[in-house]
């Protein structure tokens, strides 16, 4: 009606819900997975490389080295049955050379036999060198577990010397068999402050020199005092005194039967390398070490540089 005012009309807002999508699946979780175990190899990987031995790095450098085959034709059927020219006619397909990976080869190279035959001189191959050292270090592995089997029966069947096995520690290291010949609390070597050996210390090494005096390997001796400090008669340090006693010990494996030829060094080194350095004093640290040097293989002239 006229004059009348109009009713206003609600309002109607329409809202529109959205719903949530739900569970979005573990896709993620499988590949975040894959990435950490990927990793994780990867870094295996690498520390094996780290400690691996040359020798090792050498063997797989060459197995991933690769090695040319050449392959003539269009197919691989070509390479196995070559085409006659008549079948090819006037153009011959050329010869492709295709780089395969292969294992090392442990046989001798065309250049080998060339100087084996007199035509013509080869390099060796360094992989030979290479068995030649690994088959060297098994033997000499192999002496030195005999001989120290050897020593510690001899020492254990002696009535004397049975009661000082401990005063015997015995390793091969990366240098060669290193034996040890230790003090102890109230049992010593050497008279104090001398080169002069004690009778059963004398007869330890007496034993070491028979075990010792069949094998071809040089010999260094080190004497070692504590890290004490010490003053002789004539203002000797520990230096004199150390080389004093690994002189001494020598002249005993001399009289043992080891050739005086096999003596590569003897060395004093006083206190600079005890064997408990948290502890420089005591009396372990003073000691004699016998080591038996591993031997070098002869590795020809023309990989040396010489003539």
């Known amino acids: 009606m006229a004059g009348e005012e ?10 529109k819900k959205v719903e949530g999508g739900g569970h979005h699946g573990g896709a ?16 295996m990987l ?22 040319t085959a050449a392959v003539s034709g269009r197919s691989g059927v070509d390479a196995i ?17 295709i780089a395969q990976p292969g294992p090392p080869q442990t046989g001798p190279t065309s250049g080998d036999q060339q100087g084996a035959d007199g035509e013509g001189g080869g390099d060796p191959d360094i992989r030979d060198i290479i068995e030649a050292a690994n088959r060297i270090r098994e033997q000499e ?44 609390d109230r049992r010593a070597m050497f008279r104090q402050g001398t080169d002069e050996l004690y009778n059963y210390a004398r007869d330890m090494l007496v034993e070491i020199g028979q075990s010792i005096q ?17 003053t002789g008669t004539q203002g000797g340090s520990n230096w004199e005194l150390s080389a004093d006693r690994a002189n001494s010990a020598r002249r005993v494996l001399d009289d043992s039967g080891v050739t005086g030829d096999r003596f590569f060094e003897v060395i ?8 408990y350095p948290d502890n420089p004093t005591r009396s372990e640290n003073r000691r004699i070490t016998v080591l038996i040097l591993r031997e070098a293989p002869v590795v020809p002239p023309n990989l040396t540089g010489g003539n």
């Open 81 to 97: 049955n070559p085409p006659s020219e008549d079948s090819m006619g006037s153009n011959p397909s050329p010869a492709v050379l």
């Open 214 to 230: 069949d094998l071809p390997n040089r010999i260094t001796l080190q004497g070692h005092t504590d890290g004490g400090n010490f």
């Open 141 to 184: 592995d192999l002496s030195f577990e005999q001989m120290q089997e050897q020593l510690r029966l001899a020492i254990q069947q002696s009535p004397t010397l049975s009661d000082m096995s401990d005063q015997l520690i015995m390793e091969i290291t990366e240098d060669g068999m290193k034996i040890q010949l230790i003090d102890k």
């Open 268 to 275: 004093g080194k006083a206190g600079t390398d005890p064997l």
């Open 46 to 67: 690498l520390w094996l490389l780290n400690v691996a031995p040359p020798e090792t790095l050498a063997g797989l450098a060459d197995y991933f080295s690769p090695t």
């Open 28 to 43: 993620w979780k499988v590949a975040y997975a894959d990435f950490t175990t990927a990793m994780m190899a990867f870094f």
């Open 6 to 15: 109009e009713t206003p009309r609600p309002i109607i807002k329409k809202v």
